[in-house]
């Protein structure tokens, strides 16, 4: 039937002929003539081709039925949630009766209108939109039907009933009947729905509510919290028609949303207060979100504010289902059904699974994998209702005993299935620590979730709580968690941070095992004297070493006292030789394997400084085998892990040991505490990667570590400048001086003009000046690669290329530079390859071939295919190595 082609008059005499009114009674109501009318009528007959008047009055009740009244006609965009939309129309393909729940404010009701507008095609019979929320209770029987009859424009006759006039209204056609915000009288609806689904075979409901309707056959649709890309843009959105010049940066609307859970009312309220307050000032004020999410307008009081909004729901809870919510709020994140029962200790768990179950139902309380969660915009409210009828003393005492409960139960389990466990609770436990304050009461829990938190690997909150944890303490119980917040620190490279905490250790228990770990720490871990400390280093040492004569028997103290000796005589960069050999004897006697790593440490920098890098490569590997066997959790032993990850690979490349020091490099990414550090870990392998000739994962590695280091302030680092300063020699030697040039002022950046990895820059830069035929600053260059060194790990590799370099530039000092660098052969592999493509410059071409041969077994690819380039035979060969490279 095409209505289109009838006028509003004709449209009009159509509406009356349904209504089986003559046509007298058709001409005085609409004050025009009989004939008028007759003219009409007939013109009816004939555009919509009807036989005679009753069909007539047939097309005009079905033009009547088949309009879609009461949409909600909505003046913002509609942003997001394709696929509930999606979700939400197949059900109804399905099912007579669709319900979308979801708690208040998630968007159910603008979701079920623009479903019913892209619907209407499909219900050819029309229906209505009814908003149920003016039906304010359901104790006057009736109300709901009413309110559906009123949509629809139903009349009722007088000897009919309005359920009769309702459901005769929705037998014809498939008509689809929309039922807004039931849950506060979902009785009535549910009862209404049932007998109209019995009454109706054709029609079909799509209802929105806070809870089921419970009738057999429904079909359930949740809708979340909007998330991601869809709530900011949501935000976006809003805040521009609320202020035209509105701008955020990504990171701060990102903050926002996530505090307010995702709830597009809560978002529209605070996008709303933009214009006043800022993107700054909003999340300033999002510390009380009840109170500055308000002054909304519109239809509803309760879309308002956000505290009205949560209310109706909390209104519509009986007595015993609202003190659960209240006791509930206490928990930040998830908790289970054990969590949720120690709360309510007078209910049975029976009793509180019921309870909870009814609050998930009305969308109070969210189901999540591992147990529930209330949304903090939620959480917020039932911590309001707590403190308003004066229950939040004594729900916040149950919630820490729950908390030293459970913290303890899952300490007991570290061995064995923790982790899971621990992050379930995690975000309660730690409001309970916030909450527990300095209270003595509370040193056992703190000291336990600093525990849990370092083996999750959160070292740097792990070091704090351990802090928190001293607060709550006194004498050697605070100095064991001084100290253990001390090897937290170094696990992360907070070296300063560890000495001073250990200085507070010494202080607090005053042990002479402490006092030598203090001197060890002071000078092992902080490149070099601190010359403040010093004094107080020597007279921590003097005290450690008097007590360790006076109890000969304490073999680990006398290790200790040992090891603190070797670094403190060898002026804190480069331990003293015999003392650290003495060291390791001592500590293999005592049999204590964390004093034996640090022993082996000692050692390792000692044969480091003395040249002997093939030893320091093999006892380095011992350490690491030994280091894995020990407990992750503990933080003296994972910093020694750690330590030990960070040697092995650094003494295989002094040792020129490619292939060992890139098979640590990857197994210290992948099993070193700290392996997905961006810039703690990267530096051992950029390295190695600068000198195998993988230069493209070396540079992409290196840019990460720059970019981590530099966004995490900078913190001091000096090690990790040979890392940038052989990104800088790839970029020259692919002959790109602009990029050899930002990577090395990258290099002093972060060396702040320690001159530990002097050698390493000479290296780097004598290999490019080598490598691109540079030869007018030749003499300098070559001086730099034989100055002395304090870091002993690049001399090798300086020494040699330097003589190199001499030979290329026809230096007159060439052969002495030359036997200078021999030595550096016999302890690196690397130096040794290097050596043997020098003789072959000077025209042994056998050694040329045996120089290739040895950069091949090292899998040093840049290296031989520029050996292969000086080959007459190979030449082409090397040069297409090198231009894959990206060489010259």
């Known amino acids: 039937m095409d209505l289109t082609k009838i006028s509003t008059r004709e449209a009009d005499v159509l509406a009356a002929v349904g209504r089986h009114l003559s046509n007298a009674q058709i001409a005085g109501r609409l004050h025009i003539s009989v004939r008028t009318v007759e003219s009409h009528v007939a013109a009816l007959l004939r555009k919509l081709d009807a036989s005679d008047r009753q069909a007539l009055a047939a097309l005009a009740e079905q033009a009547r039925t088949g309009r879609f009244v009461g949409l909600p006609v909505s003046r913002t965009t509609f942003v997001g949630r394709v696929a509930e939309v999606a979700a939400v129309g197949s059900a109804l393909e399905e099912s007579r009766l669709v319900t979308v729940v979801g708690p208040g404010g998630v968007g159910k009701t603008r979701l079920a209108a ?3 507008e892209r619907a209407q095609s499909r219900f050819p ?8 929320v003016p ?12 309110a559906v009859a009123d949509a629809l424009g139903v009349t009722v006759g007088p000897t009919q009933s309005v359920e009769r006039a309702v459901f005769e209204r929705l037998r014809s056609g498939r008509p689809l009947l929309v039922l807004d915000n039931c849950e506060h009288v979902i009785d009535e609806v549910s009862m209404l729905t049932e007998q109209l689904l019995t009454a109706c075979p054709q029609a079909t409901v799509l209802a929105t509510s806070r809870q089921r ?9 949740h809708v979340r919290p909007l998330a991601g890309t869809e709530v900011e843009q949501l935000f976006r959105d809003r805040a521009s028609a609320a202020d035209p010049g509105f701008a955020a940066p990504p990171a701060v609307v990102a903050d926002v949303c996530a505090r307010l859970d995702g709830l597009p009312l809560a978002v529209e309220l605070a996008a709303a207060r933009v214009a006043a307050l800022g993107a700054d000032g909003l999340l300033t004020g999002l510390g009380d979100q009840l109170r500055l999410l308000a002054g909304g307008r519109g239809a509803h009081v309760r879309h308002h504010s956000l505290r009205e909004l949560i209310g109706w729901s909390y209104d519509l809870l009986d007595a015993d289902e609202r003190t659960l919510f209240r006791r509930l709020s206490a928990f930040v994140g998830v908790f289970d059904l054990a969590a949720a029962a120690a709360l309510s200790p007078q209910a049975t768990p029976a009793e509180v699974a019921d309870l909870l179950g009814r609050l998930v139902d009305q969308n109070l309380v969210v189901r999540t994998g591992p147990g529930w969660r209330l949304l903090d915009t939620i959480r917020a409210f039932g911590l309001s209702q707590a403190s308003a009828v004066g229950e939040q003393d004594a729900i916040r005492e149950r919630y820490l005993l729950w908390a030293f409960a459970t913290a303890a139960e899952v300490e007991t389990r570290l061995d064995a299935d923790w982790r899971s466990a621990f992050d379930v ?14 209270d003595p009461a509370a040193h056992g829990f703190l000291r336990t979730l600093a525990h849990l938190t370092f083996a999750a690997g959160r070292f740097v909150e792990a070091r704090t709580l351990y802090q928190a944890a001293a607060r709550c303490a006194a004498g050697i119980e605070q100095g064991q968690d001084l100290r253990a917040g001390a090897y937290a620190a170094l696990a992360v490279a907070d070296n300063r941070t560890a000495t001073e905490l250990m200085r507070q250790a010494v202080e607090a228990a005053g042990t ?3 006092r030598a770990e203090a001197v060890v720490i002071g000078v092992r871990y902080n490149f070099g004297p601190i010359e403040s400390a010093t004094d107080d280093q020597a007279r921590l040492l003097a005290e450690a070493r008097k007590t360790a004569d006076a109890n000969p028997s304490d073999q680990r103290l006398a290790a200790l006292v040992a090891i603190a000796t070797a670094w403190h005589e060898g002026h804190g960069w480069m331990p003293d030789l015999g003392r650290a050999r003495e060291a390791v004897e001592l500590a293999r006697a005592a049999g204590d394997r964390l004093v034996l790593l640090a022993a082996m440490d000692a050692l390792c920098n000692a044969l480091d400084r003395a040249g002997a890098t093939r030893e320091a490569h093999r006892l380095a590997g011992e350490r690491l085998r030994i280091a894995t066997t020990l407990p992750r959790h503990d933080p003296a032993a994972a910093a020694e892990i750690v330590d030990a990850f960070h040697v092995a690979p650094r003494a295989a490349l002094g040792a020129g040991d490619l292939p060992a020091a890139l098979a640590l490099a990857r197994q210290a990414h992948a099993d070193d505490p700290i392996g997905g550090h961006p810039y703690l870990q990267a530096p051992r392998l950029v390295r190695v990667l600068a000198l195998t000739g993988d230069f ?14 530099w966004r995490d302030g900078s913190p001091s680092m000096p090690w990790m400048n040979s890392a940038l300063a052989l990104a800088g020699m790839i970029q020259g030697l692919r002959g790109n001086p602009a990029g050899q040039q930002q990577w090395c002022e990258r290099a002093l950046t972060v060396a702040a003009g320690s001159p530990v990895v002097a050698a390493c820059r000479a290296f780097a830069d004598a290999r490019v000046a080598l490598h691109c035929g540079q030869y007018d600053d030749a003499a300098d260059q070559v001086e730099r690669a034989f100055a002395p060194f304090s870091d002993q790990r690049w001399v090798g590799y300086a020494r040699v290329v330097g003589a190199e370099l001499a030979v290329m530039a026809g230096l007159p000092d060439a052969g002495d530079r030359i036997i200078a660098a021999e030595p550096y052969a016999g302890e690196s592999d690397w130096a040794a390859a290097c050596l043997a493509r020098v003789r072959g ?8 071939a045996d120089a290739a041969e040895r950069w091949y077994r090292l899998g040093a690819r840049f290296e031989r295919a520029a050996t292969l380039a000086l080959l007459p035979d190979r030449a082409d060969e090397g040069h297409a190595e090198l231009a894959v490279l990206g060489c010259r």
């Open 512 to 514: 002479a095992d402490l």
């Open 125 to 132: 019979a029309g229906g209505a939109f009814v908003d149920l």
């Open 213 to 221: 309707l419970g009738v057999t056959g429904e079909r359930l649709v």
């Open 425 to 438: 609770v995690a975000d309660d436990l730690r409001a309970a620590a916030i909450a527990v304050g300095s």
């Open 114 to 116: 623009a479903v019913a």
């Open 841 to 848: 410059r000077l025209g042994d071409h056998a050694a040329l």
């Open 135 to 146: 039906v304010r209770t359901a104790a006057v029987a009736g109300s709901v039907v009413q």
């Open 696 to 709: 493209d994962e070396a540079i992409s590695r290196a840019e990460t570590l720059w970019v981590a280091w």
